[in-house]
């Protein structure tokens, strides 16, 4: 669900330059001179590109490329922003580094391969390179009635943990995680990395964490659904703020239900509401699984979130645990696996046949909807989408198969209609 706009006498935002399209094949090097090659445009959004790339050969880039270009105007500010986070948080040796001493198969932080300036037709462009990436977790989420299995949330929960456990100790919070800027890794769907470090927030430079102060023009930041409480009253982000949205993810992804989704264009009923909430988790529960098995350990969770102070360091191993016990609670363990197809009693789901059209939401000033493009045929369009993520996958196969079961359900209805008009007039 994209970013809310807010409406309290904010100047209009600076005008920024959208960015041209770039030739397949064209080179960029970065700061460092190493050559990327571009391959096609797979999506546009706000004032960006998105292209698929490959370190420079002779080679051309095919549809399997492992990585991909965010292309900007230099003077443009959204990629300069994120380009800080990854700059010093996100370097491919660093999340090596601390997936191997705490003993992590993986760290869903995206890796930073590299940046730079590119000049074409006068005009100068920011570019960085990342990891190609596979869907969103929003997608699937609504193409899933709205659900997610309850061990399923569990495990995001404790790969989002470990994520935030490492970008807090680099000094950076996110402050907007939710499922569409979750996205599943291009070869591993068991894998969920954390995107978009638009709104990302140096809390605490060089060790020093900034002071609770509410600031009226800062008010509701983030995504309305799931922003913290200090956000809404204008506070700058901290650590606890981050655990905090992950709950609201969690209760949502679980229950398929917010006690305030109702009133989305009213920020402060949003905020007084879970205000309220916070101090009577027990209600939340009850508002958001009624007449329902209420999962102690996502009650316990928000509990130990509402005890943290602004400038605390949260112990993760401490939600960890809360997490890891309800697993055991449900007869499930950590293994690692995302099945996103599991109902609460781990049948299989019937997945429903339809792709249903994701709701339409004010967007940020920084974004507007990205027009994503066939990978194969860079000049066919495709429906557009509300996001723009490094290395978002097109899932053409799916759609193809969705239209042709469709199909072939009309050619059958049109043949026993057929069949029925015949009978009558010959006896039948």
Request: charge should be positive; aromatic fraction near 10%.
């Amino acid at each position: 669900m994209p970013y809310m706009k807010k409406t309290s006498g904010k100047r209009a935002p600076a005008k920024r330059k959208l960015a041209e399209e770039f030739a397949v094949g064209e080179i960029l090097a970065d700061t460092t001179k190493k050559e990327w090659k571009l391959g096609v445009s797979i999506g546009q959004g706000g004032f960006g590109r998105l292209y698929l790339a490959d370190v420079n050969s002779s080679k051309s880039v095919g549809s399997d490329a492992p990585y991909v270009v965010k292309v900007e105007p230099s003077q443009n500010g959204p990629l300069f922003t994120e380009l800080k986070f990854y700059m010093r948080a996100a370097k491919p040796d660093e999340i090596q580094k601390w997936t191997k001493s705490h003993k992590l198969k993986y760290l869903g932080v995206p890796r930073y391969w590299g940046s730079g300036l590119h000049e074409k037709s006068g005009n100068s462009y920011r570019f960085m390179i990342m990891d190609r990436f596979g869907r969103d977790l929003q997608r699937i989420y609504e193409e899933n009635a709205k659900r997610f299995a309850h061990k399923t949330v569990l495990q995001l929960g404790l790969r989002i943990l470990d994520i935030l456990e490492y970008i807090h100790e680099h000094e950076y919070v996110h402050g907007d995680i939710k499922a569409s800027n979750l996205l599943l890794s291009y070869k591993n769907p068991n894998q969920v990395y954390l995107v978009d470090y638009g709104l990302a927030y140096r809390y605490c430079p060089e060790g020093v964490h900034k002071v609770y102060k509410e600031d009226p023009k800062r008010c509701h930041d983030g995504t309305i659904e799931y922003t913290s409480i200090d956000a809404h009253k204008g506070v700058a982000p901290s650590r606890r703020g981050d655990l905090e949205i992950l709950g609201y993810c969690m209760i949502h992804w679980l229950s398929g239900h917010l006690p305030w989704e109702d009133n989305l264009k009213d920020p402060n009923f949003v905020k007084d509401s879970k205000i309220r909430c916070r101090d009577n988790i027990s209600d939340l529960m009850d508002k958001c699984f009624p007449g329902k098995n209420k999962p102690d350990e996502i009650a316990k969770y928000m509990e130990k979130v509402k005890l943290l102070s602004y400038e605390e360091k949260p112990v993760y191993q401490h939600f960890r645990e809360i997490l890891l016990q309800g697993l055991k609670a449900i007869g499930q363990r950590d293994d690692g696996v995302l099945d996103f197809g599991l109902s609460e009693n781990g049948d299989l789901q019937a997945k429903p046949m339809q792709k249903k059209k994701r709701k339409t939401a004010a967007a940020t000033d920084e974004s507007t909807e990205a027009e994503m493009e066939d990978v194969g045929s860079p000049q066919k369009k495709k429906p557009t989408s509300s996001n723009l993520k490094f290395g978002s996958e097109i899932c053409l196969q799916e759609e193809k198969s969705i239209i042709l079961h469709w199909l072939r359900f009309l050619q059958g209805t049109l043949t026993f209609f057929k069949i029925k008009q015949w009978l009558p007039k010959h006896g039948g």
